[in-house]
């Protein structure tokens, strides 16, 4: 096997239309794929080279804090983070700064954690 890329991310949501908000809202991703059945669903949002879905419907594949997690290359770290809080945003990690980068992690309306990143320059 010669495996070439990640061909998607992808969260369990229980609600695809609670969950549609809160990506596309809160988070400002644009749906590229998106289809809705009923109480099923799959919604794509492209990011750079990625792709990170959402879908709704199979009793496998269920929400959870614990499990992996997505992290967003932002910007404007600050203003991601100070967005997320003034649009009432559970922080399971509140922002930090490391020596690399700056990080945080909110909850989606799931319980699925996602990651707001934000590498530091390099000196080369």
């Not at 061909?7 to 908000?21: E, G, M, N, Q």
């Not at 794509?44 to 709704?56: K, N, R, W």
Request: proline share 5%; glycine share 12%.
């Amino acid at each position: 096997m010669n495996v070439v890329e990640i061909a998607f991310s992808v969260y369990p949501v229980t609600d695809l239309k609670r969950a549609r908000a809160f990506y596309e809202g809160t988070l400002g991703l644009k749906a590229a794929t998106a289809y809705e059945g009923d109480g099923t669903g799959w919604v794509e949002y492209e990011i750079g080279p990625g792709v990170l879905a959402i879908g709704a419907g199979s009793e496998q594949f269920k929400p959870s804090a614990n499990g992996g997690s997505v992290a967003l290359e932002v910007e404007d770290f600050e203003a991601a983070t100070n967005e997320l809080k003034e649009g009432g945003s559970r922080f399971v990690i509140e922002p930090m700064e490391f020596p690399g980068c700056h990080m945080a992690a909110v909850l989606d309306p799931d319980g699925n954690t996602i990651t707001i990143h934000k590498r530091k320059a390099t000196n080369s």
